[in-house]
């Protein structure tokens, strides 16, 4: 510093007082200069004063001499103290040099520039508040500083300035608010500490509402609630707290939907407590938010639903988590599906080209109302507008929610307890919204089938209510729904078919009177018949499927949908299966399943008798495809009391080449018969006289098995049969057996026979093709 140089009206004493070493000699010519601003403002020298104050900040605060620039410091300091109440009017001047010195590299003089500040600070109270975030950035970065004198005395200053934030009403909020949103997102933990400090004074300010403006800085909050300091996790949690109290008390001054991204992107985090405060923030926002959270659900579903499958380490985030899945699921309601009258339009409005949608998707995290099931997110966050604002009616679209849905469900990796609540979500907007679900049907149809291959019995028994669904719901009832299988599920000359009405007329040509096969009743609608028939392709191309879960699949759809529908239209396809080992053992299944399953006993009771038209048509369905394989045929007129069809059928028996296979399966309907499903038959053999060809149907049996357990048990059976000697087949007026008066005339038994035949000749054609001659008949038994 120039000694030479004019510092007027500061003496030259002072100025070699400011510049010394020694911090006594400083603080002396402070006091003088406090001495003799004093004397300016007793003057209202106002020029003056500001020519002291420019002075000191000008060639002592900003000097390059440290010395001098820890004069300029306190130079300043004193100078405010004998401005008192009018110190506000130069303020500027005052706090713009020692703010500087915040950044010095000499931690002493950045201490003293502490020092400076708080005292002018101080002395002028209210009157900084107009400089609040200048302050504010300047104690945001001492509060990180290494130095802990530094850091105690920001303390001072920053604890200073609370207190007079607190007892002002002059505030501006407005104004702080993009320093705050800047600031709390710095990595420093002092420097998150000092924010978390900070909301939680303006937060307790009567007058300061700083809940308007928490969609600015509640990501920012998540992210220090993931600080590695307990403390700060602590002070975080609390002021997340409070937040969330004035969020239940004033709902109606919430911005919901600005915030609803930000919890979706936090309630996927990897931190167990951010997942689970954000989950938290989430149940509270769909209960007091309701439908205004409809937009989001896409992204609320992509974070929520993989949380349903956690274990009990993460047990707390799974209960929330269901409460909000459970919680979105009441918000939608028949009313979102529209009117018949307006869907033209509304499919306009709420279905934009796929094209501009991906566009949008491009540019847009996760969690927008358009989002898809994506979990990773960009470190921005992105606020969306929804597609309907808190004043409009809120309306539900489908497209993002059924992506997320139906991604979830092919990824075969995801917990079990999470397919079953995507399950149930298709399940319950099927049920709520039919006429917008149906337009997703044919993405979803292929990997709802694909499912049913769930190592989960729970998983496939809400898959087989949503698919039973889609085949009953009227909404479904289209002139041609289309494939449903998409582009790798077309059908081909060696894949099952969908009858025409040409085909199904098939067994309507003369001599087959009564054999109308059509299987579409009211009940069910267009999707019901190319359900069956994709169910029968997965089974044939799925054996382990049919092994494994076959019956139980068919059990269940038999109590979710009409079980005539189900067995008329699968008798209906498998009668025109081209794989016939397959066709033998799909009916050997039905079969099985008719026979023995509790599901199915009014069906059986309705096949019993035969005394309607409706049931003597469904006989002759099933009759036809029943032919695949012989003993089910036999098993099937046994059920229905034909026993002189059956007799015909075995005496049949002679022509065919009884393997081990054919063996085994009259040894299983030898245990059937012993079984309650047959005690009607069993009783039968008490009236001799009128179930002739009964008694010579199971004495056909009899002499087909060899020498086996089979054979003893049919064999015991049949010498219980009393007065053996009334086995005669002639026919007289007296007498005319019961089994001849159940034969309806609406049924042509001699052309059953006659196709039974043919079928059979089919089969043995195919074996000898598959097999050879040679290993063929090492499969045969001799007698």
Not at 457 to 486: C, F, H, M, N, R
Not at 696 to 707: E, F, T, V
Request: charged share 25%; net charge negative.
């Amino acid at each position: 510093m120039n000694p030479e140089k004019d510092f007027a009206p500061l003496t030259p004493n002072i100025v070699r007082a400011l510049n010394d070493k020694l911090y006594e000699k400083r603080k002396v010519a402070a006091l003088e200069i406090e001495k003799l601003v004093r004397e300016f403002v007793a003057q209202n020298n106002t020029v003056q004063i500001k020519h002291v104050i420019q002075t000191l900040s000008q060639e002592f605060a900003l000097s390059q001499h440290p010395h001098s620039r820890k004069g300029g410091l306190i130079g300043l300091a004193a100078c405010s103290i004998a401005l008192g109440k009018d110190s506000g009017l130069y303020l500027k001047e005052l706090i713009e040099p020692v703010l500087t010195c915040f950044n010095d590299a000499d931690s002493r003089l950045r201490y003293y520039a502490c020092e400076a500040l708080y005292n002018i600070v101080k002395v002028a109270r209210g009157a900084v508040l107009p400089h609040f975030n200048v302050l504010f950035d300047g104690l945001s970065k001492l509060a990180a500083d290494p130095d802990p004198n530094v850091k105690s005395g920001s303390e001072l200053l920053d604890r200073l300035l609370k207190d007079i934030v607190t007892e002002s009403n002059k505030f501006d909020l407005v104004g702080f608010i993009p320093l705050l949103r800047e600031r709390i997102y710095s990595n420093n933990q002092y420097a998150r500490q000092f924010i978390i400090s900070w909301i939680l004074v303006l937060e307790s300010v009567p007058d300061i509402n700083l809940l308007d403006y928490l969609p600015e800085i509640l990501d920012g909050l998540f992210q220090i609630l993931g600080d590695n300091g307990k403390e700060i996790r602590k002070m975080c949690e609390v002021v997340l707290g409070e937040f969330l109290k004035e969020i239940k008390k004033n709902p109606s001054s919430v911005k919901f939907a600005e915030m609803a991204n930000i919890l979706v992107i936090h309630c996927q985090t990897t931190d167990d407590l951010i997942q689970l405060t954000a989950m938290c923030w989430m149940r509270e926002f769909i209960q007091l938010a309701g439908r205004v959270m409809l937009p989001y659900s896409s992204g609320i579903l992509t974070a929520v639903l993989p949380c349903l499958a956690y274990d009990d380490r993460k047990k707390s985030i799974k209960e929330v988590a269901n409460v909000c899945n459970q919680s979105l699921m009441k918000l939608v309601t028949p009313e979102d599906d529209e009117p018949d009258e307006l869907k033209p339009v509304v499919q306009r409005q709420a279905e934009p080209n796929p094209d501009d949608s991906v566009a949008k998707q491009e540019g847009t995290a996760t969690g927008g109302p358009d989002g898809s099931c994506d979990s990773s997110f960009s470190s921005s966050i992105s606020v969306f507008t929804p597609a309907s604002t808190e004043r409009a009616p809120v309306t539900l679209h489908l497209d993002g929610i059924v992506q997320v849905l139906n991604c979830h469900l092919s990824d075969m990796a995801i917990g079990m307890m999470t397919r079953i609540a995507v399950l149930k979500w298709l399940y319950h907007l099927y049920i709520k919204t039919p006429r917008k679900m149906f337009r997703h049907t044919d993405s979803l149809f292929p990997i709802l089938l694909q499912t049913l291959s769930d190592e989960s019995d729970e998983v496939i028994l809400k898959d087989l209510e949503v698919l039973a669904e889609i085949a009953s719901s009227p909404a479904g009832q289209t002139d041609d729904p289309g494939p449903l299988d998409g582009p790798d599920f077309r059908v081909s000359h060696s894949e099952l078919q969908v009858p025409t009405p040409g085909r199904a007329n098939l067994l309507n040509t003369p001599g087959t009177k009564g054999l109308e096969c059509s299987p579409s009743t009211p009940t069910m609608n267009s999707y019901f018949y190319k359900f069956m028939i994709n169910l029968l392709k997965r089974f044939s191309s799925e054996r382990k499927l049919l092994e494994a879960r076959g019956a139980f699949i068919i059990r269940q759809l038999c109590l979710l949908l009409n079980a005539e529908n189900i067995f008329h239209s699968m008798a209906d396809i498998l009668l025109r299966e081209e794989d016939l080992k397959f066709a033998s053992t799909m009916v050997h299944t039905l079969n099985t399943i008719l026979l023995t399953s509790t599901e199915l006993f009014q069906l059986r009771n309705q096949l019993k008798d035969l005394k309607t038209l409706e049931s003597q048509n469904l006989f002759c369905c099933l009759y036809r495809s029943w032919c695949h394989n012989p003993v089910t045929t036999v098993s099937l007129c046994f059920l229905t009391q034909n026993y002189r069809h059956a007799y015909d059928l075995i005496q049949k028996f002679g022509d065919l080449e009884v393997t081990v296979d054919f063996l085994t399966e009259v040894d299983k309907l030898v245990q059937l018969i012993e079984c309650p499903i047959f005690t009607y038959l069993r009783l039968q053999l008490l009236d001799v006289k009128n179930n002739p060809y009964l008694i010579k149907a199971l004495y056909g049996l009899l002499m087909l098995l060899p020498q086996s357990g089979a054979f003893q048990l049919l064999s015991h059976r049949l010498q219980c049969v009393p007065n053996p000697e009334l086995l005669q087949t002639e026919d007289s007026p007296q007498a005319t057996p019961k089994s001849q008066k159940a034969d309806s005339p609406s049924i042509d038994y001699a052309e059953l026979l006659r196709h039974f035949e043919k079928v059979q000749k089919k089969h043995l054609e195919v074996r000898h093709q598959r097999s050879g001659r040679g290993d063929h008949l090492d499969r045969r038994v001799v007698l």
